[in-house]
């Protein structure tokens, strides 16, 4: 049906997955606390030298002033501005350290603050660096794990759908790829339930149209096994013997006319039975249908009144099968009318459906029977002449079609059966929801 | 055949004390799989907000509502807004369609939504099963009511939803237009074995379906099962 788009990973097609919105914020989140955490931690280190420093130069002030009390005034004005003065100075200073042995190639423990200083740093940073990543992969762990979690549930469920034969529970609503995935897989589950229920139907339908046929058909050949061994019996008279024959020719068509037409509605509704669908105009299709009953409707002394809009309708249709439920509609409504009544065949065009109703002026249909009538052999009146397979075939016919069949009834104002066609039916059947 | 929908003891209350409404008065009802399901009653009956509910649009005071085996109001509010995305498909006397989009974007709607590409072929199919093959191209405003309310069954139908809950669907459609609506509704429910539950307050519109469901002051009166189909 709908496909998942497969190509074009959008910056806004990822972003809609919770995970990655999650590993940004994550990241970004992470990133602001290392710049802030740097940051105090210069703060703290600067403080400390800064402190160390001034201890140093306290000492070095003491002990100068201690030895030249001449050289009081000058001493801090010496240690604190030292850059303002003559390059020379620093050149003389470092001609006499490095007489003591004080340059930089000197052992970091003479300069205690910079031992302190470079123990201090490298610990601090070793170990709050460390526990930093540490913390980050830990919650990546996490973030990485999340999904890991949702397929396992998938996974569970699926398994759990497949051994209990019924749909996946739980499934992730979620935005994003899992939640699609996840919507897919359950999807495809409801679709195997689907077709297995189906299957089951078909089953069972199977099993019903053969326990209707054999119930059908017993009784008629019950009689005709009667008739027969009469008819070989010597003392049955000649003109008895003509009486039996003619009742074993009418047991006989009607047994054909119940094969012919069982078989007609299994074929449907097992879907064995492919429609062959022309454009034609319907009123073509009404008229193949009414043609054989106007010799019925005359002899029952019923109007046989069809209306149809000026411009016409034409539908792509089976004319011969629709014709054939047309024609189970109509000897219905006929069977049913009283002398002198009238059928009327309205077919009617709206924007999408084309309507085909066929209303008789008979009794009606109780309200109690009415939910029943399209189940087979339902007979709700004795007034019908066949054995109750007219609607359900005309049901199955007009279903075929994608189009439905309704009946309303008010007892005492007759009956309407409506079928409804769809005027624009895709040209490939649309797959049904069965359809793998 | 297994219940799509299953409402329990379903009740809401507007207000405190003096003011309190109950619009729903411990409501409980299934509606199996592709079920056509007609909700009548005058206003204020306490229908909308029953749709409402089961929409996942509003919630309850008490009682649970699940669909497809899902406690809806358990879900998260994020877990519900896809959920319904995927599961409903919702249309309104008012069509709701959006003003800046054509017909076939505006029924391609809800896929969009999820970063989904609409199968060019089904939404075709889709617009020809509607009859309105020749006005893909158009707004929501150049088309007629009938046509609007079309093609908000169509966005209706793109997801596959397993409910389609229509409120009041022909409310402001003509009578030739809402029998229209409803044909097609009845067309989806067989089509593609969905389950329809559609309020309304007029009676020759719930005559078409399979069961009616009757509500008078917030409680459910009486569910009749309909003669149009076995």
Redesign the interface.
């Known amino acids: 049906m709908e496909r998942i788009n497969g190509t074009g990973r959008s910056f806004g097609r990822r972003w809609r997955n919770p995970g990655i919105r999650r590993l940004v914020a994550l990241c970004m989140g992470m990133a602001v606390l290392l710049i802030l955490l740097a940051w105090a931690y210069g703060q703290y280190e600067g403080e400390r030298l800064k402190r160390e420093w001034l201890a140093r130069d306290e000492r070095l002030i003491g002990s100068l002033a201690a030895a030249h009390p001449e050289l009081v005034s000058e001493l801090p004005r010496l240690l604190v501005r030292a850059e303002q003065d003559d390059p020379e100075f620093r050149k003389l200073g470092q001609q006499i350290s490095s007489r003591y042995g004080l340059n930089e190639a000197t052992d970091d423990a003479i300069f205690p603050v910079v031992e302190r200083f470079r123990g201090e740093l490298g610990l601090t940073l070793g170990i709050g660096l460390g526990l930093f990543m540490l913390l980050l992969s830990l919650l990546l762990l996490r973030l990485f794990d999340n999904p890991y979690r949702h397929i396992n549930r998938l996974a569970v469920s699926l398994e759990n759908s497949i051994k209990q034969h019924a749909p996946m529970d739980k499934p992730l609503y979620e935005d994003g790829e899992l939640g699609l995935l996840s919507h897919s897989v359950q999807e495809l589950s409801i679709r195997l339930q689907e077709t297995i229920a189906q299957l089951r139907r078909e089953k069972s339908l199977l099993k019903d149209t053969v326990a209707d046929i054999s119930h059908q058909l017993k009784t008629p050949l019950t009689s005709l096994a009667i008739y027969v061994e009469l008819l070989q019996d010597p003392r049955t008279s000649a003109e008895d013997g003509r009486e039996f024959l003619e009742t074993c020719r009418r047991e006989l068509e009607r047994m054909e006319w119940l094969i012919l037409t069982l078989l007609k509605i299994a074929r449907l509704e097992a879907e064995a039975l492919e429609l062959a669908p022309i454009r034609a105009p319907l009123q073509d299709t009404i008229e193949l249908a009414l043609e054989p009953l106007r010799g019925m409707a005359e002899l029952r002394r019923v109007e046989l009144q069809v209306e149809e809009p000026a411009e016409g309708i034409s539908l792509a249709h089976d004319p011969r099968w629709l014709s054939e439920a047309l024609a189970n509609l109509i000897k219905n409504a006929i069977e049913h009318s009283p002398v002198d009544g009238r059928v009327s065949i309205r077919t009617e065009r709206t924007p999408m459906f084309a309507h085909i109703s066929v209303r008789d002026q008979g009794a009606g249909i109780d309200e109690q029977h009415l939910p029943h009538i399209f189940k087979k052999f339902y007979q709700s009146s004795p007034a019908g002449s066949g054995v109750g397979l007219g609607l359900p075939l005309a049901k199955s016919i007009v279903e075929k079609h994608e189009g439905h069949l309704s009946a309303s009834s008010r007892p005492g104002e007759g009956t309407a059966f409506t079928v409804t066609l769809p005027l624009h039916r895709p040209s490939s059947s649309a797959p049904s929801l069965t359809d793998l | 055949m297994n219940s799509i929908i299953e409402i329990d003891k379903l009740s809401k209350t507007y207000g405190k004390d003096s003011t309190k409404v109950e619009a729903l008065r411990e409501v409980g009802f299934d509606v199996a799989q592709g079920e056509f399901v007609a909700i009548v009653g005058s206003s204020g009956s306490g229908k909308s907000t029953l749709l409402h509910m089961l929409g996942g649009l509003d919630h309850p005071t008490s009682g649970t509502v699940r669909i497809?085996?899902?406690n809806l109001y358990a879900?998260k509010e994020?877990?519900?807004a896809?959920?319904r995305r995927?599961k409903i498909g919702f249309i309104f006397q008012s069509f709701n369609l959006i003003p800046v989009l054509n017909v076939e974007e505006n029924i391609g709607l809800p896929?969009l939504l999820?970063?989904?590409?609409?199968?060019k072929e089904?939404v075709r199919?889709l617009i020809?099963?509607?009859?309105l093959?020749e006005r893909r191209k158009h707004l929501p405003s150049e088309l007629s009511g009938?046509?609007q309310q079309?093609v908000a069954i169509g966005r209706a139908l793109?997801?596959?939803p397993a409910i389609v809950l229509a409120d009041e669907p022909t409310g402001n459609l003509d009578s030739?237009n809402s029998?229209?609506v409803m044909?097609?509704l009845?067309?989806a429910v067989?089509?593609?074995?969905q389950t329809v539950v559609v309020i309304s307050h007029d009676m020759n519109i719930a005559?078409?379906a399979d069961r009616v469901l009757r509500m008078q002051d917030g409680r459910l009166v009486s569910d009749t099962?309909?003669?149009?189909?076995?």
Not at chain 2, 128 to 131: E, M, N, P, V
Not at chain 2, 190 to 193: P, S
Request: aromatic letters at 8%; hydrophobic letters at 20%; glycine letters at 10%.
């Open positions: 497809d085996g899902e879900l994020r877990e519900r896809v959920f995927r896929l999820d970063h989904r590409q609409p199968d089904y199919d020809r099963t509607l009859g093959e009938g046509q079309r793109a997801y596959r030739a029998r229209e044909e097609l009845k067309l067989r089509q593609y074995h005559a078409e099962r309909g003669g149009n189909r076995e």
